[in-house]
């Protein structure tokens, strides 16, 4: 069974330009999570998509947001990038009782 | 919100030695999750410790979820240099998609 996907693995992005990231899930989970890493504030939960639905959200600002698509690949996209950003973006699939299957993450920097 | 407090933070040890990493909260949770992360790797699921008192063992690291399914320890009996990385408490509340990460531990074993 292939395990979870994400691309691009490396970004580099510009203070202001925008960044969609990719996530493909082990088949037959429906359920994908983002998290974001940083040295300082470890994981941190963003949002959760379930047969194309957000159902639960973290504490982010709007500028984060994600959508799922029917084939459950999800994709989370980022406005108006901030230094802050720069951190390891890691996507979860995961279904009942399973635990959580993490990708290899996508690390962003932004200058 | 639900927090969860992970210590210590850095564990520099030789090899041949035990050691015991806790994670504890004010708020129950369904479960309870221990991950291993390596640099450059999504975390991958140790265990999942489910029911008040369980205890998990899985070859020289056995794990427990405290009575009232607060907290949660990780003990490692004689560590190994292969034991080396980040290791993550994660605890699930009312959905398995989402989940409240501790800080981490850095665990260092040397030869």
């Known amino acids: 069974k292939a395990g979870v996907t994400q691309t691009p693995r490396y970004l580099i992005k510009t203070r202001g330009q925008q960044v969609t990231l990719s996530c493909s899930p082990i088949?037959?989970?429906?359920?994908v999570s983002w998290y974001q890493q940083t040295p300082g504030q470890g994981l941190q939960f963003l949002f959760e998509y379930f047969s194309e639905t957000q159902r639960n959200k973290g504490n982010f600002p709007g500028r984060f947001s994600g959508r799922q698509f029917s084939n459950s690949r999800s994709e989370m996209n980022v406005s108006t990038l901030e230094l802050g950003d720069s951190a390891l973006y890691l996507c979860?699939?995961?279904?009942?009782?399973?635990?959580?299957?993490f990708g290899q993450g996508t690390r962003l920097t932004v200058v | 919100t639900q927090l969860l407090e992970q210590s210590p933070q850095f564990l520099s040890i030789q090899e041949g030695e035990n050691l015991t990493v806790y994670c504890n909260s004010s708020s129950v949770f369904s479960s309870l999750q221990w991950y291993r992360q390596e640099p450059g790797e999504g975390p991958v699921l140790l265990v999942t410790v489910v029911t008040g008192g369980e205890v998990k063992k899985l070859k020289r690291l056995t794990f427990q979820f405290g009575d009232a399914r607060k907290d949660s320890s990780l003990h490692i009996t004689a560590a190994q240099p292969g034991d080396t990385g980040l290791y993550l408490c994660a605890g699930v509340g009312t959905s398995y998609g989402k989940l409240t990460f501790g800080q981490g531990t850095i665990l260092t074993v040397h030869p």
């Open positions: 979860a699939s995961s279904q009942q009782g399973s635990g959580a299957f």
């Open positions: 088949s037959g989970h429906r359920s």
